[in-house]
T-cell receptor, first 113, second 111 residues
Framework: DVKVTQSSRYLVKRTGEKVFLECVQD?????MFWYRQDPGLGLRLIYF???????EKGDIPEGYSVSREKKERFSLILESASTNQTSMYLC????????????FGQGTRLTVV | RKEVEQDPGPFNVPEGATVAFNCTYS??????FFWYRQDCRKEPKLLMS???SGNEDGRFTAQLNRASQYISLLIRDSKLSDSATYLC????????????FGQGTELSVKP
C-alpha cells in the first residue's frame, strides 16, 4: 500500500522558532511536493523536488526552504516561524512528471503563537 | 488570474440529484488533468483522471475541453457519502511537472 508519512499531525511553535516538517514516502517516487492549505485559498504550492538535491520554488516560497538529501525524504523548513504561517501543511509524492497520481500525507496542522 | 479556477461553493443538493462542477485553467500547455476529493480533515485523494475523450467511472463523468481550457465533473444520483470538497488539478510538463490545484468546491448532499 502506498504511503506518505508526515512526522507530526499537530504542531504548536512560537514566533521566531525554526520549524522542521518532515515527510517520508515509501514508493520510490521521483517527485515530492509541499503545499499549504488555507480556507478559501485551496492548496498552494510552496516547493517541489523532482530529484534528490533538486528543488523548485512553487507559488509561495517566501519564508520557507526545503531539503531533499535522500529520495524518500523531503523536509520543509520555516526559518523563523511567523503567525501568518499558521496553516495545514500537506506533503505529496508522485512517480513522474505528468499523467501521474499524487499521493498525500495526512497533513500537519501548524499553529504559530 | 489564478492558474486554476473552480466554481465557488458550497453546493447543497438533495440525495439523488445530479450536480456538475466546472473548472478553467489558464496554461494552454497543460497536459494532465485530475479531479481529487478531500473529505473533512483528511488529505486529498485522486477521484479520477480526465482524458481528452471524456471518461466515466460509475456515477462520475469527467470532461475536458482543451479549446476552451475547461474541465468538468458530473455526479449523478448523489449519495450522502459524496459530501466532500472536490479539487480540480492541472499538471504541466513545461512547469516541471508541478501540480496546480483549484481552490476546491464543497459539496453537501442532504437526505
Amino acid at each position: 500500500d502506498v504511503k506518505v508519512t508526515q512526522s507530526s499531525r499537530y504542531l504548536v511553535k512560537r514566533t521566531g522558532e525554526k520549524v522542521f516538517l518532515e515527510c517520508v514516502q515509501d514508493m520510490d517516487h521521483e517527485n515530492m511536493f509541499w503545499y499549504r492549505q488555507d480556507p478559501g485559498l485551496g492548496l498552494r504550492l510552496i516547493y517541489f523536488s523532482y530529484d534528490v538535491k533538486m528543488k523548485e520554488k512553487g507559488d509561495i516560497p517566501e519564508g520557507y526552504s526545503v531539503s531533499r538529501e535522500k529520495k524518500e525524504r523531503f523536509s520543509l523548513i520555516l526559518e523563523s516561524a511567523s503567525t501568518n504561517q499558521t496553516s495545514m501543511y500537506l506533503c505529496a509524492s508522485s512517480p513522474g512528471m505528468v499523467n501521474t497520481e499524487a499521493f498525500f500525507g495526512q497533513g500537519t496542522r501548524l499553529t504559530v503563537v | 488570474r489564478k492558474e486554476v479556477e473552480q466554481d465557488p461553493g458550497p453546493f447543497n443538493v438533495p440525495e439523488g440529484a445530479t450536480v456538475a462542477f466546472n473548472c478553467t485553467y489558464s496554461n494552454s500547455a497543460s497536459q494532465s488533468f485530475f479531479w481529487y476529493r478531500q473529505d473533512c480533515r483528511k488529505e486529498p485523494k485522486l477521484l479520477m483522471s480526465v482524458y481528452s475523450s471524456g471518461n466515466e467511472d460509475g456515477r462520475f463523468t469527467a470532461q475536458l475541453n482543451r479549446a476552451s481550457q475547461y474541465i468538468s465533473l458530473l455526479i449523478r444520483d448523489s449519495k450522502l457519502s459524496d459530501s466532500a470538497t472536490y479539487l480540480c488539478v492541472v499538471n504541466s510538463y513545461n512547469q516541471g511537472g508541478k501540480l496546480i490545484f483549484g481552490q476546491g468546491t464543497e459539496l453537501s448532499v442532504k437526505p
